[in-house]
């Protein structure tokens, strides 16, 4: 009769034990490139626009984009000014959905910039990555965007989420064709400067999100996945509805392309199992050219 006793306490604590490990607090964390919300030269209804904002029918789409999701983090991509940040935000509050935290960074790229909103309830660090060096065509070049990262702190500790917007496939080196090379040597940039503030990498928690323009067997994805044989990151699967992957479409050359990510650090052993999602309704590119991501994970 004891040691049944002491079984079935072994089992109780086994249990106990097991489903304490699954709890933990479960965040929504989204990337959103939001297609020039900034004012600029622009065709609008067949006419041409000089220094015009984006069209209030594209925000609206972007907007219920957001909306329909409500992520608790929003990285955002192509945002314009810190004006037009607050703008979008302002929006989404007379709509019900309230960010009370917002980051914005100024780097290399007049024009577009990377952003974050996040709710009130989450306690965040801004650190902005503004000076990322590169060495392209002989000089000493930038990260164009460089790189925001919103630390996230909490009872279960503290992670960190780096939004990054690399260079798009437009060049002005006919050397660089679709500025493949610059790319890549932003993506080493950036992994560099994230194994430099986290040098375990295999004991670290973090999320490496965005606009990476380029495909999973590029250059600038292989940078941030591996330096050498230490893994850097490792990709959490988004799918749609349908369970289609792309999440941009091109429309000059009618193509459906994979561009935009979830990275996680490989010390985040949590994270193995879960996936991602991609917002999809029809008017999308009405909004965008590009289709929301987003991922629901539990921080044990």
Excluded at 24 to 39: D, F, K, M, Q
Excluded at 229 to 251: F, M, Q
Excluded at 270 to 286: A, C, K, T
Aim: one cysteine or more; hydrophobic letters at 35%.
């Amino acid at each position: 009769m004891k040691e049944l006793h002491r079984y079935i306490l072994s089992v109780v604590v086994v249990f106990f034990g097991v489903f304490a490990q699954g709890e933990g607090t479960t965040i929504r964390v989204a990337s959103y490139n939001v297609r020039n919300y900034l004012s600029m030269d622009r065709i609008v209804e067949g006419k041409w626009r000089p220094d015009y904002p984006k069209p209030e029918k594209e925000k609206d789409v972007v907007r219920g984009t957001i909306l329909s999701v409500g992520p608790d983090i929003l990285a955002l991509q192509e945002i314009g000014s810190r004006m037009h940040l607050e703008e979008l935000r302002r929006d989404l509050s007379n709509e019900g959905l309230d960010y009370k935290g917002s980051a914005w960074l100024e780097a290399h790229d007049s024009e577009r910039h990377v952003a974050a909103l996040w709710k009130s309830d989450l306690e965040v660090q801004v650190v902005n990555h503004a000076n990322l060096p590169i060495k392209y065509m002989g000089k000493v070049d930038f990260v164009k965007r460089g790189m925001l990262e919103l630390k996230i702190s909490g009872e279960e500790g503290t992670w960190s989420l780096f939004n990054l917007h690399l260079k798009s496939k437009y060049t002005n080196f006919k050397s660089d064709p679709l500025s493949t090379l610059r790319r890549t040597l932003e993506g080493r940039s950036a992994r560099d400067k994230i194994i430099k503030l986290f040098p375990e990498l295999e004991r670290e928690r973090f999320l490496i999100v965005g606009d990476l323009n380029d495909s999973p067997v590029s250059g600038a994805l292989r940078a941030l996945a591996k330096k050498g044989d230490r893994v850097l990151s490792i990709p959490i699967e988004c799918v749609d509805s349908n369970g289609s992957r792309w999440t941009h479409y091109y429309k000059k050359e009618d193509s459906y392309t994979r561009i935009d990510y979830f990275l996680r650090s490989p010390g985040w052993t949590e994270l193995r199992n879960v996936s991602g999602q991609i917002f999809s309704r029809p008017d999308y590119y009405e909004g965008s050219d590009h289709r929301m991501i987003w991922v629901d994970m539990t921080i044990p």
